[in-house]
T-cell receptor, first 113, second 113 residues
Framework: AQSVSQHNHHVILSEAASLELGCNYSYGGTVNLFWYVQYPGQHLQLLLKYFSGDPLVKGIKGFEAEFIKSKFSFNLRKPSVQWSDTAEYFCAVSGGATNKLIFGTGTLLAVQP | DADVTQTPRNRITKTGKRIMLECSQTKGHDRMYWYRQDPGLGLRLIYYSFDVKDINKGEISDGYSVSRQAQAKFSLSLESAIPNQTALYFC????????????FGPGTRLTVL
């Protein structure tokens, strides 16, 4: 069965600090990987996705993620965070024909001005 | 995302009451999903539908039922609400072909007293 682990539940950073949020998944077949963001009081929005090709994926708002197949990881990074990046971040994986998304438990990021 | 709408946005009800949450989409997508979000647990899939005649249980379907009235409409019902169904409920849609991202509605905050 597929599963997704996000090891950081709460992260607090100061503005301009670098960000890396961990995501590990378990699934034996071909996977598709996603990072979604949920700003306070809003719905989930897609940050970036990986289907195939270049394992370094660039998304919106300066975010990027690297798919490392050997480590079953898809960590999210941003070189310099802003206060407006305060949100909850969810890693998700889908595989097989059903396109069901399996979500991690989320990481709550607070960026202090 | 205005393409996926949910009604109501907030609802407070009492134990034992029947509740229906509605989802409509104008994206023309075949696939629709219902999730619930609980703090620290991420999003969990309740039901999903690949088309009007194809409805499937997700990982936490007990206590819920769904109806796909049309391609654009997917309703979630709680036949007899209980307090541990208090959560944020999201509807999502995706295209039918391949591994596609899901687009989320704004969510319904349900409180069962």
């Amino acid at each position: 069965a597929q599963s997704v682990s996000q090891h950081n539940h709460h992260v607090i950073l100061s503005e301009a600090a670098s960000l890396e949020l961990g995501c590990n998944y378990s699934y034996g077949g071909t996977v598709n990987l996603f990072w979604y963001v949920q700003y306070p009081g809003q719905h989930l929005q897609l940050l970036l996705k990986y289907f195939s090709g270049d394992p370094l994926v660039k998304g919106i708002k300066g975010f990027e993620a690297e798919f490392i197949k050997s480590k079953f990881s898809f960590n999210l990074r941003k070189p310099s965070v802003q206060w407006s990046d305060t949100a909850e971040y969810f890693c998700a994986v889908s595989g097989g024909a059903t396109n069901k998304l399996i979500f991690g438990t989320g990481t709550l990021l607070a960026v202090q001005p | 995302d205005a393409d996926v709408t949910q009604t109501p946005r907030n609802r407070i009800t009492k134990t034992g009451k029947r509740i229906m949450l509605e989802c409509s989409q104008t994206k023309g997508h075949d696939r629709m999903y219902w999730y619930r979000q609980d703090p620290g647990l991420g999003l969990r899939l309740i039901y999903y539908s690949f088309d009007v005649k194809d409805i499937n249980k997700g990982e936490i379907s007990d206590g819920y039922s769904v109806s796909r009235q049309a391609q654009a409409k997917f309703s979630l019902s709680l036949e007899s609400a209980i307090p541990n169904q208090t959560a944020l409920y999201f509807c999502a849609t995706s295209e039918g072909q391949g591994y596609r991202e899901q687009f989320f509605g704004p969510g319904t905050r349900l409180t069962v007293l």
